[in-house]
């Protein structure tokens, strides 16, 4: 048999339904749904009451868990990212800037660009992330040649004739 929900709920009805119609998270008014319905007393399993909502079981336990230490304030808000600066600085950003607008030394490649700024800057960036900014940020792609037919060139044509 499953878990049989018993939890004490300290905030009114009244409040979580203002609570729930005044916020706009969708995963915050999931939560505070949940705490609802168990006041309530809709559902006797919690796994019912997660297949209702339409999460997970242990996420809903997570939730109870969350709410029984940390109180109703904890679930309305949603704790996720960070203050997270990035790998590439601002002097950095500026010098592949002027990298690649540099007509005269450009980079040849993605690689050219990872072992210019390990040569030039000290920092070991990985292949994939020094792409995925270059992208981003300055809009570059890889070039490719076009195969060409050989009869288009003209200087191939002339040397192919002179040769018997």
Excluded: C
Excluded at 122 to 143: C, E, P, S, V, W
């Amino acid at each position: 048999m499953g878990m049989i929900s018993k939890l004490e709920i300290e905030e009114s009805l009244e409040t979580m339904e203002k609570a729930l119609i005044t916020n706009n998270s969708f995963k915050v008014r999931q939560r505070i749904q949940s705490l609802i319905l168990l006041k309530k007393d809709k559902f006797k399993r919690q796994a019912d009451l997660a297949e209702f909502i339409g999460v997970g079981h242990s996420t809903l336990k997570t939730w109870i868990k969350q709410y029984k230490e940390y109180g109703f304030d904890s679930l309305t808000t949603i704790q996720s990212g960070g203050n997270y600066k990035g790998i590439i600085d601002e002097h950095l950003h500026k010098a592949l800037k002027a990298k690649l607008n540099d007509s005269k030394d450009p980079f040849l490649g993605y690689w050219h660009a990872v072992d210019w700024v390990k040569e030039h800057h000290g920092q070991d960036i990985n292949y994939q992330t020094l792409r995925a900014y270059m992208i981003r940020h300055f809009q570059t792609r890889k070039k490719h040649l076009r195969k060409s037919h050989h009869k288009k060139d003209e200087q191939v044509l002339v040397v192919s004739n002179e040769t018997p």
